[in-house]
């Protein structure tokens, strides 16, 4: 009797699924045979009262047969796309072919759609059964979004939903490209999984396996999931490993990996044991897996260093683990290479389910046409996934490509410009895997020098044709060595009377890099602006505007200054009231003391070294009215400038003032017109001697030894050589235009970005070559105003040259536009519109911190003032004070 208990005790299950199985069967059967509405009456709850067997066989198929739970998860799917028809088509093929017991969402991102109603109703009528889908091992479809739970439409009969919603459409305005549309449906997933779980509706052992499934591609086997589960979570027998929950309970461990699907094209192509690699310069290719690697499977699957990118699969919180989550990646081929390198480098790597159910139909298969790369993207993967080894190679490939050149200066430009963007993934060398890994054991295809599908618009050329492999290029041709492709090769012997120039690329090779590097506002700001050469060009306009000279003090033109003297011949610093000034103690003093200081002994040292220092040339607007103003600045900064000299509507030798005729009145609201007449008569005369060119009101003090430390910086001296490399020892014949101040942004708008002309720009050679030789003859050549310093930008702006940002390491300003007392206490209001100065300011600190430790100039420094500041930050205070 007890063996007869213990074997009806574990067949009775499956004699009542056999007994009831048979009528459940012929009822699903008549379903199939007919597409009337009738035939839905096979699966209404009304005939499940009447038939147990049914209720019983639809509990079986859910838990025990199709259950969902940590061995069998749901599915989430993610479809991201602009055409209504490619996202309808990749919906319903969801629904024809997936069970939804195992289905927790479909969602849906139209990128750069406003809205499309006939999209939403589309998506609703398959989310309410309109077509044939699948509920365990049934399937059916019902019209309409309820179902009768009656056999008569009688007063006892009431609505009742089928399933819940499965589908949801995001929409965005904007196009943001696959990177953030795809992170905005995983990050809607997830919000959604953390309210089952508070709901009690979803156990947190249940780890959802998200399908990104690409627009247009359509799965064709109900069976799809099914290997998908196999190839994904492990059963824990075979595992024998377990991770402990906050709850206590223990859930075995999961391999981070992802299953990509073979893909069938309209013509019925199927890539079957093909799997996709990439090139030294990331260009896809099919490749043929490894026989051992097929014979581990029987051919059932098979390792893949990429993406096909029609349909891929994998835990979600594997997704959501990988470090490399760059939300600025546009298109869907560079999304999927990230993906792919996140997973081989810091996952588990990708396998391709080799299987007629895992198939996914498809149009978008690579070919002739496929978008590749550009080299700014190649240069992003380089830099953020490769040793210097492998951006050696990919450099070299990019330089062996037909048609295409490419320095080793850009290059190393393009990557440090990589690393600076606000979504670059930093550190991941340290995190993953190294690439030496990947690419001996994994994509043997990157040292090969391929192009991938060729780059054009060839017709007639097969998937397959498009990415078979190139022939090697040939080193000798590019006179590249093959050992070592950033070497460049050594110049040719210089055979007698045949002299062998130097070229540009060997002395790029003498240049260091500047460390640490630009940040990326800076670098973005040096990248716009081109090059300029700065040999010196006369200019002979026909009408002498804006270059009308100079009068000397009888009035006489073709006076020329000598911007020297006051170097040569400084005045004794005189200030009677000196103790007086040095016993106040304001937030003057308190800023002078504790937070700016002049560095003399940097200063001391770059001058005992011998080192060639950088002239600077000073340059300061008045009138005759506030000659008076001259001789404070004249006893203490003026001095210090290599070139000084005050324009003027009147000239006095004794304070270097000039006076520079210009068109218009002289008058404070035709500054402009006086600047530009005063910067045309400083390139006239002075440019060659100088290196850079100061301008700045008569209450403009500066802190020149500053300055110049600033300018002979690394950090500016690489900024006017491309953002990248110090300059050479040799004398510079382009220079990147720089345009240095305090920056303002007109009105709070970061689009018209000037420097204040209080406390002065600073321009380099070429900045000033530009702005003269370019600028002035074609923009607001008769324009009368007194904002000189936003005609300036303007003008920039027109060859995108941008104000240059030159707050030090910790974010405080250089050139500061008030007195150092008013900076000392000025804290904005809490509605910074009623304030302009707050209003006009950019990322500024305030208090103490505001100023640069090493502040060049301030503004509103009149007379003794000029004096006072002098004695504090030079130490001429009397010992007492």
Not at 686 to 692: E, G, K, L
Not at 740 to 761: H, K, N, Q, T, V
Not at 790 to 813: C, H, L, Q, V, W
């Amino acid at each position: 009797k007890a063996r007869v208990c213990l074997v009806l005790s574990c067949l009775w299950p499956f004699l009542i699924f056999m007994f009831w199985g048979g009528k459940s069967s012929s009822n699903s059967s008549s379903f199939l045979s007919s597409n009337n509405s009738n035939n839905t009456n096979a699966l209404r709850p009304s005939l499940l009262l009447k038939h147990p067997g049914l209720q019983f066989r639809k509990y079986l198929d859910r838990v025990d047969i199709l259950g969902y739970g940590p061995t069998h998860p749901r599915v989430a799917v993610v479809v991201v796309g602009e055409d209504r028809d490619d996202i309808l088509a990749s919906i319903e093929s969801v629904f024809r072919n997936t069970d939804l017991n195992r289905l927790f969402l479909i969602c849906a991102v139209m990128d750069g759609v406003k809205s499309d109603t006939a999209l939403v109703k589309k998506s609703n009528e398959m989310d309410e059964g309109a077509i044939p889908h699948w509920h365990g091992l049934h399937q059916h479809f019902h019209l309409g979004k309820f179902v009768k739970s009656g056999d008569d439409e009688d007063e006892n009969s009431e609505d009742v939903e089928p399933h819940g919603k499965k589908t949801y459409v995001m929409f965005s305005e904007d196009l943001q490209g696959m990177a953030a549309s795809r992170n905005d449906a995983v990050e809607f997933i997830s919000l959604l999984e953390k309210k089952h779980e508070q709901a009690g509706i979803k156990s947190p052992e249940e780890d959802l396996i998200v399908l990104f499934l690409q627009s247009g591609a359509e799965l064709v086997s109900p069976q799809w999931l099914k290997p998908v589960t196999s190839a994904l979570i492990v059963p824990p027998p075979l595992l024998g490993e377990y991770r402990k929950l906050s709850n206590g309970n223990a859930v075995p461990l999961k391999i981070a990996n992802a299953v990509s699907f073979p893909v069938q094209n309209d013509d019925g192509d199927f890539t079957r044991n093909e799997a996709v690699g990439f090139d030294a310069v990331f260009s896809p290719r099919w490749i043929t897996p490894k026989a051992q690697d097929l014979a581990l499977s029987n051919g059932n699957s098979f390792p893949s260093p990429g993406l096909a990118g029609a349909a891929t699969a994998m835990r979600l919180a594997t997704y959501r683990s990988l470090p490399s989550q760059d939300l600025s990646l546009q298109d869907e081929y560079a999304v999927n290479l990230d993906l792919a390198l996140n997973l081989w480098l810091c996952a588990d790597g990708i396998d391709i389910l080799n299987v007629d159910s895992t198939r996914v139909k498809t149009r978008h298969v690579f070919n002739a046409k496929t978008k590749l790369p550009s080299t700014n993207l190649v240069a992003r993967f380089a830099a953020a996934w490769l040793d210097s080894e492998y951006a050696a190679k990919t450099l070299k490939a990019l330089i062996n490509q037909e048609s295409f050149q490419l320095t080793r200066l850009e290059w190393d430009t393009m990557l440090s410009y990589a690393k600076e963007h606000p979504d670059f993934p930093n550190g991941l060398q340290n995190k993953c895997r190294p690439f030496t890994w990947f690419a001996d054991n994994i994509n043997t295809a990157f040292d090969e020098e391929g192009e991938g599908p060729k780059r054009g618009n060839e017709e007639g050329i097969s998937a397959k044709q498009g990415l078979k492999k190139k022939e090697p290029a040939a080193f000798e041709e590019k006179n590249i060595s093959p050992e070592n492709p950033m070497e460049l090769p050594p110049a040719a012997e210089k055979s007698e009377g045949n002299a062998v120039p130097e070229r540009k690329e060997d002395r790029q090779l003498e240049q260091k890099k500047l460390e640490p590097p630009l940040s990326f506002a800076r670098l973005e700001i040096i990248r716009k602006a081109k090059p300029v050469e700065i040999h010196y060009v006369k200019i002979t306009p026909e009408d002498k505007h804006p270059h009308m000279g100079a009068r000397d003090a009888d009035g006489n033109l073709d006076y020329v200054h000598d911007a020297t003297a006051l170097r040569k011949n400084p005045p004794d610093f005189e200030f009677p009231a000196l103790h007086d000034a040095c016993d106040k103690r304001d937030n003057t003093y308190k800023m002078l003391t504790e937070q700016v200081f002049v560095d003399m002994k940097s200063h001391e040292e770059k001058k005992k070294s011998g080192v060639n220092r950088d002239k600077i040339f000073c340059l300061v607007y008045t009138i005759s009215s506030g000659h008076s103003r001259i001789p404070y600045i004249q006893q203490t900064w003026g001095p210090k400038c290599d070139g000084f000299m005050v324009g003027s509507n009147k000239t006095d030798v004794s304070i270097g003032a000039v006076n520079i005729p210009h068109e218009g009145p002289e008058e404070y609201n035709n500054i402009w017109q006086k600047v530009r007449s005063m910067w045309s008569y400083i390139y006239d005369n002075y440019y060659n001697d100088y290196d850079w060119f100061h301008i700045g009101g008569d209450d403009l003090y500066l802190i020149v030894e500053n300055l110049r430390l600033y300018l002979e910086s690394d950090e500016i001296q690489a900024a006017q050589n491309g953002g990248i490399y110090l300059p050479s020892e040799e004398p510079l014949t382009h220079q990147t235009p720089l345009f240095l101040g305090r920056r303002f942004a007109y009105m709070g708008d970061m689009d018209d970005i000037f420097l204040s002309g209080g406390s002065g720009y600073t321009m380099n050679k070429a900045a000033l070559k530009t702005l003269v030789v370019d600028g002035f003859p074609k923009y607001f050549p008769h324009m009368h105003t007194f904002s000189e310093d936003t005609m300036t930008a303007r003008i920039f702006r027109k060859f995108n040259i941008f104000p240059y940002e030159t707050k030090d390491n910790a974010g405080s300003e250089r050139y500061n536009p008030f007195q150092p007392g008013h900076h000392w206490s000025y804290r904005p209001p809490a509605d910074i519109s009623k304030d302009w100065y707050a209003k006009y300011s950019i990322d500024v600190r305030w208090g103490k911190e505001h100023c640069s430790k090493h502040s060049v100039a301030f503004h509103y420094i009149k007379d003794d003032m000029q004096k006072r500041l002098h004695a504090l930050l030079y130490h001429l205070c009397p010992s007492t004070s």
